[in-house]
Nanobody, 114 residues
Framework: QVQLVESGGGLVQPGGSLRLSCTTS????????MGWYRQAPGKQREWVAA???????NYADFVKGRFTISRDNAKNTVYLQMNSLNLEDTAVYYC????????WGQGAQVTVSS
């Protein structure tokens, strides 16, 4: 049973932008803190950003000032706006609750390359 569906990934040049989306039919996102995570090739999955139901956001230092997490409760969707992308941002990006309580989705591949 698919619980989380990420979309919006792609190939982008350094300095470019992408917006990822995450939808779920498993939970009502307005009741949960939601997070974005990523896993680069050969590395462990790491936390990127989180957003509480009250709208408090937190970011990993390596994306602070470049990425923005948001949500649309009416659409039961969480977003990650990524600006000023660099080569080190190449990874598969996942969403989940914060902390992660659901089975992981397939993720969205983000490749930053010139």
């Amino acid at each position: 049973q698919v619980q989380l569906v990420e979309s919006g990934g792609g190939l982008v040049q350094p300095g470019g932008s992408l917006r990822l989306s995450c939808t779920t039919s498993r939970i009502t996102v307005s009741r949960y803190s939601m997070g974005w995570y990523r896993q680069a090739p050969g590395k462990q999955r790491e936390w990127v950003a989180a957003d509480t139901p009250g709208g408090i956001t937190n970011y990993a230092d390596f994306v602070k000032g470049r990425f923005t997490i948001s949500r649309d409760n009416a659409k039961n969707t969480v977003y990650l706006q990524m600006n000023s992308l660099n080569l080190e941002d190449t990874a598969v990006y996942y969403c989940n609750t914060q902390p992660a309580l659901l089975s992981w989705g397939q993720g969205a591949q983000v490749t930053v390359s010139s």
